[in-house]
């Protein structure tokens, strides 16, 4: 289990490595990262560290700018306060990005595995000579499940469709059923991965000690 010390420095690390590297952070990532970090409080130096990194990197963004997030965060960070700590838990961060260029992309977000078995079963079995790109997105801390797997995506190029199954709320029964489902679209497609993707590797495969190799294969 981790310390408060391991917390507060995985979020100051992760914070610090990708603001020298130019890269930024919407609100909600932000929420997530410090929600994780701050399990155990942070300490007095980490804290005000990790508000000041925000503060000189974040600031200007429109949603931090225009609400209390930014109060809200201090307090967290340099005041302790628990109940700031939970209230960004439960704060509803609206989705501020559009990108014109994907327009023509349909998506479907579904965190109900019936649906998700419906679509593996009838869209993505059709057959093609363009691979299934898959992408997996895990949590900081392990789930209920054992598993940090918390997002599945699969973009089918051919119907320009993407879809995003959220795994987080699943159980161990049914990451594995979804995991085996995934292995079996196998059979109407190659599998195309951003890594090795070992995520979504099935219990069989972990028995026999060895990856997927299908996946492994086209790891582009």
Not at 14 to 23: D, E, M, S, Y
Not at 26 to 40: E, P, Q, T, V, Y
Not at 195 to 216: C, F, H, M, Q, V
Request: proline share 2%; aromatic share 12%.
């Amino acid at each position: 289990m981790l310390n408060q010390h391991k917390r507060n420095w995985y979020a100051h690390g992760v914070l610090n490595t990708h603001f020298k590297a130019g890269k930024t952070f919407s609100s909600a990532a932000i929420r997530d990262l410090i929600f994780f970090a701050g399990k155990h409080r942070f300490s007095e130096q980490t804290g005000c560290e990790i508000f000041k990194l925000i503060s000189d990197n974040c600031a200007e963004q429109a949603d931090f700018v225009r609400t209390d997030f930014m109060e809200k965060l201090r307090e967290v960070l340099m005041e302790n306060s628990r109940i700031a700590y939970f209230d960004l838990e439960n704060r509803f961060f609206k989705n501020n990005f559009q990108f014109d260029e994907m327009d023509h992309i349909g998506y479907r977000i579904t965190g109900n595995i019936s649906e998700m078995m419906v679509i593996m079963r009838n869209q993505l079995t059709r057959e093609s000579s363009w691979p299934l790109y898959i992408d997996t997105e895990g949590t900081y801390p392990r789930l209920v499940n054992e598993s940090k797997l918390s997002l599945i995506t699969i973009f089918d190029v051919p119907s320009k469709s993407v879809h995003l199954f959220r795994t987080v709320h699943f159980t161990p029964e049914e990451l594995e059923t979804i995991k085996i489902a995934v292995k079996g679209l196998e059979e109407f497609h190659n599998l195309a991965t951003f890594g090795p993707e070992s995520s979504i590797r099935t219990e069989e495969s972990k028995k026999e000690g060895k990856a997927d190799e299908k996946l492994n294969t086209l790891d582009i």
